[in-house]
């Protein structure tokens, strides 16, 4: 967990994608500390934390986060940040505890259409997920990086080797390829999940940014229309030259429009 700004500060909770770790909103702890209290976690059983007793669920994934913030004293509504992985997982919290959510950020978010990166499909096949994961070196490890950025000068070797360093824990594999095979099959992304969690938002509506990189391999850009029929009232934004994570490779830029969206909804915080 990484927290920055003033305690006192509006919450704003950051969520990571699915074999990402709380370092991915690491820039944005340098941009928008300012005004709000950030607090960044790992997912359970991502990054270098445990995982949770049982199989990996979207639900267990939002009850594993809530119980962190609960431990962390903070009780006020929360802006929920989400990118990949994490914005399914911020949809579920809202779905879950309405009260306890602000307002959502949903970069390059899960939830929004079948298609997803081949490499992910595969891994939700039984007897493929498990030995390709088990292979992770310095090469996969980049490749797997390269895949996630427009621009290559944001595949650095400290990026390479916290991925290695995460792919060595010994539960890594199994959380990684059980919340593949809960969210998606060979192919592609499972609608059933995707169709109730969007039906159970459109139940609380919350203000809403949501963001997309034009150039994104693993959740393709198309789906930021979808997004924005989910959430009609939403603000969206499409990043060019940009891949998945954009709160990273247009760090500026993102928080110049989180900055301005936060701000105009905290005053009820």
Do not use: C
Request: glycine share 8%; hydrophobic share 45%.
């Amino acid at each position: 967990m990484r927290e920055s700004g003033d305690p006192g500060h509006p919450p704003v909770l950051l969520l990571h994608g699915i074999g990402r770790s709380l370092e991915d909103w690491d820039p944005q702890h340098e941009r928008l500390a300012g005004d709000h209290r950030l607090i960044s976690v790992d997912l359970p059983g991502f990054g270098l934390s445990e995982p949770l007793p049982g199989r990996v669920t979207l639900a267990g994934l939002a009850d594993g986060v809530a119980a962190t913030v609960d431990a962390l004293g903070e009780d006020r509504p929360l802006h929920v940040m989400g990118n990949s992985l994490g914005g399914a997982v911020a949809m579920k919290m809202l779905t879950d505890s309405p009260e306890r959510i602000a307002t959502l950020t949903l970069v390059n978010s899960a939830g929004f259409g079948k298609e997803v990166a081949v490499a992910l499909r595969i891994l939700a096949v039984p007897g493929l997920g498990k030995p390709l994961l088990r292979r992770i070196d310095a090469r996969s490890a980049y490749r797997i990086e390269r895949s996630l950025f427009h621009d290559r000068a944001h595949v650095t070797q400290e990026r390479v080797d916290l991925a290695l360093r995460v792919a060595a824990r010994p539960h890594n594999a199994r959380v990684f390829l059980e919340t593949a095979r809960e969210l998606g099959t060979l192919r592609g992304i499972r609608a059933p999940w995707r169709e109730t969690l969007l039906e159970q938002v459109t139940a609380h509506a919350r203000p809403a940014l949501i963001v997309w990189g034009d150039r994104d391999l693993i959740l393709p850009a198309a789906h930021l229309a979808a997004a924005g029929a989910a959430f009609p009232h939403a603000r969206t934004h499409l990043f060019p030259d940009t891949g998945h994570m954009p709160q990273i490779e247009r760090a500026d830029d993102f928080a110049d429009l989180a900055r301005v969206f936060l701000a105009a909804h905290s005053s009820s915080v």
